[in-house]
């Protein structure tokens, strides 16, 4: 089994700064991208920020210059680095990452995490 756990959402005043993380854990044989979305009140998940296993990223227009996403493959970890917050940046934020696991290394399966909540204060 796999499981990606996200931690660092919180409340933040606008202007500020945040850090998430998302860690996997379980059966994993390899992880390829990793990505980060986000859900406001009422509207659909976007993609924020994607980082392959070789380092490529991408970002969505409304965080360039102010987010940037990093991944450790020796922890299985990824972080997204949030600055110069504004109102419209809250939202849920979830991770999800494709991973091949130990017992079905040929299958490439997208894995969720639960999510965490980042308010924006302005």
């Known amino acids: 089994q796999v499981q990606l756990v996200e931690s660092g959402g919180g409340l933040v005043q606008a202007g500020g700064s945040l850090r998430l993380s998302c860690s996997a854990s379980?059966?994993?044989?390899?992880?390829?991208?990793m990505a980060w979305y986000r859900q406001a009140p009422g509207k659909q998940r976007d993609v924020v920020a994607l980082?392959?296993?070789?380092?490529?990223?991408i970002y969505a227009d409304s965080v360039k210059g102010r987010f940037t996403i990093s991944r450790d493959n020796n922890k299985n970890t990824v972080y997204l680095q949030m600055s110069s917050l504004k109102a419209e940046d809250t939202a849920v934020y979830s991770c999800?990452?494709?991973?091949?696991?130990?017992?079905?290394?040929?299958?490439?399966?997208?894995?969720w995490g639960q999510g965490t909540q980042v308010t924006v204060s302005s």
């Open positions: 999800n990452a494709k991973i091949r696991t130990t017992l079905l290394p040929s299958v490439t399966t997208t894995y």
């Open positions: 379980g059966s994993i044989a390899s992880i390829n991208a």
């Open positions: 980082i392959t296993n070789v380092g490529g990223t």
